[in-house]
């Protein structure tokens, strides 16, 4: 059974740093995508940043220079280090991993449970 356990959300000021990491457990295989989506309160969710199992890397205009996606060594674990971080990146951020949903190129068959992250002063 697949399962991603996801870690790091909280309360954070405006300008601080969080950074979240999901840990992948029972996908079949060591090639396989990982990325962060999030949704805030009345919005859809969306991607934040994603790494495909080809390497390719993409992360959203909205976050570009403030958050880094990264993959540990095994290739199991995920993170967003997210920097100078703003009222509007409040939202539920959600882990997602495995292999390529089809016709999505950033987009895969598992998901995490979700963690808050709140940028408040």
């Known amino acids: 059974q697949v399962q991603l356990v996801e870690s790091g959300g909280g309360l954070v000021q405006p300008g601080g740093s969080l950074r979240l990491s999901c840990a992948a457990f029972?996908?079949?295989?060591?090639?396989?995508?990982m990325g962060w989506y999030r949704q805030a309160p009345g919005r859809q969710r969306e991607l934040v940043a994603a790494l495909n199992s080809g390497g390719g890397t993409t992360t959203a205009d909205s976050v570009k220079g403030r958050f880094t996606i990264s993959r540990d060594n095994a290739g199991n674990t995920v993170y967003l280090q997210m920097d100078s971080l703003k009222p509007e990146d409040t939202a539920v951020y959600y882990c997602?991993?495995?292999?390529?949903?089809?016709?999505?190129?950033?987009?895969?068959?598992?998901w995490g449970p979700g963690t808050q992250v709140t940028v408040s002063s």
């Open positions: 997602n991993a495995g292999p390529q949903r089809y016709g999505f190129l950033y987009e895969y068959l598992y």
């Open positions: 029972g996908i079949i295989g060591s090639i396989y995508g």
